[in-house]
Each structure stands twice: as C-alpha cells, then as structure tokens.
C-alpha cells in the first residue's frame, strides 16, 4: 500500500487494478523466444517461417564473421544475409537489434501477418 492510499476502501483498489489489466493487450497465440544459427538462405527461409510465426528471434551470425574476420577477408555472405534480414524486416515491419558481436534480435511487429 502506497502512502496516499492507506484511506481507500477494498474496492476502489480492485476496480483500479481492473483498469489497469484492461490495459495489457491479449496475445492469442503464444510467442517464444528461439534461437537459431544463420549460415545460409535456406537458415533464412527458417528465420522468416519463424517470424511469420510471431516468434522472437536470437541470430547467432558468429560462423559468418569468422568468415568475414578470416584471412580471405571475404564480407559477403555476412552482408548478403543481413541484408536479407533487413529487407525482409523493412517489408513487412519487423525490428532489428544487435546483441552482441555476432548475434542479433529479429522481432515480428505489428505489421506481420501471424500464421495461426
């Protein structure tokens, strides 16, 4: 109990906390939080069902910047794959973030189209 509220009948303390439940949107499907690796455009095709899907993912991008770190140097299939993540996130209102070094957060905003 907070230090203005000691006075306030039962009740009005259950219609507020009503309220405030009101406000909290309901999912009707669940959402997990997966995980996955992403070395190619078939772990993409994954990454997108998984999305559709209305999961929250965690990327791990770590064997495409070894390659990209590597003594060939070679950037491209890091930046291929990002930029299909970022396109495919730009379409259709999916977030990105980055976790660490080599590992990213894709997330389905309301714009996707949940598959049930």
Do not use: H
């Not at 109990?1 to 499907?29: H, T, V, Y």
């Not at 999961?55 to 910047?65: C, F, P, R, S």
């Amino acid at each position: 109990m907070g230090l203005f509220s000691w006075g306030k009948k039962k009740n009005k303390e259950n219609e507020e906390d009503e309220a405030e439940d009101s406000l909290i949107p309901e999912l009707d499907s669940e959402i997990f939080v997966k995980q996955m690796v992403l070395n190619s455009a078939r772990d993409f095709i994954l990454l997108k069902q998984e999305l559709m899907q209305g999961n929250l993912m965690v990327v791990n991008l770590q064997n495409l910047v070894k390659i990209a770190q590597g003594p060939t140097k070679d950037r491209r299939p890091l930046r291929s794959q990002l930029n299909l993540v970022k396109k495919y996130c730009m379409q259709y209102g999916g977030s990105i973030m980055k976790l660490k070094k080599g590992m990213i957060v894709v997330s389905p905003n309301e714009g996707f189209d949940v598959i049930e």
